[in-house]
């Protein structure tokens, strides 16, 4: 069997959310290029597990976690770790709106909670674990992919048809533009990319 190659041949990537949407994209797309990837999911199970199938091989490691609760970023850290032996990619990609009705306190206290636990608290934790362990290994990038106006299936009939239709390219973003993007990042090709803010949007919006 001839060993993988690519850009990221004999880098380990790891995707938060990586069983649908941006992250299958991203997933999939590391994957191509050589890399092994290591696809975290929340409770999608058979579609993770599908996601997996596909890829097939000794570089697809799957890794279960909520990162809307407080110890899940450690938990699925770790467990990432355990699957891949180290990481030198990490992608953070996971996040959801968790419903938060304002007419039951008690619920909307633990929505808003678990929302900023997994939008904010989570990527942060995986960043402050990865420039730790990168630190130590001696190199490693990271990134945060968007989830607004990105053609996922999240996004899927919340578009205003008049709302795309006025888009410059008169369409919203696939996310395999957003996963192309991440992959060549990930590779190392343009290093001094750090710190930057790299929109994906059609010209939507012009910096």
């Not at 110890?71 to 032996?85: F, R, Y």
């Not at 053609?151 to 888009?167: F, I, K, Q, R």
């Not at 001094?192 to 012009?206: L, N, R």
């Amino acid at each position: 069997m001839t060993a993988p190659t690519g850009p990221l041949h004999e880098r380990v990537v790891v995707v938060t959310g990586g069983s649908r949407g941006i992250g299958a994209a991203v997933v999939r797309t590391a994957h191509r290029d050589g890399a092994t990837v290591v696809l975290h999911y929340g409770s999608a199970d058979a579609v993770a597990r599908a996601v997996a199938d596909e890829l097939g091989g000794e570089r697809s490691h799957l890794v279960r976690g909520d990162l809307a609760e407080p110890s899940g970023p450690d938990a699925t850290w770790s467990a990432a770790l355990d699957a891949a032996g180290r990481v030198d990619v990490l992608v953070n990609n996971a996040g959801a709106w968790i419903a938060s009705p304002v007419h039951d306190r008690p619920a909307w206290s633990t929505g808003w909670q678990r929302n900023l636990t997994l939008n904010l608290t989570a990527p942060a934790e995986l960043c402050r674990l990865a420039i730790q362990h990168f630190r130590a290994a001696g190199g490693g990038s990271s990134s945060n992919s968007p989830a607004g106006r990105v053609g996922t299936d999240l996004a899927a009939g919340e578009l205003d048809p008049a709302l795309v239709a006025s888009l410059p390219l008169r369409e919203v973003t696939p996310p395999q533009d957003v996963a192309e993007v991440i992959a060549f990042l990930a590779s190392g090709r343009a290093r001094h990319t750090t710190g930057a803010t790299i929109d994906i949007t059609g010209a939507d919006y012009v910096r």
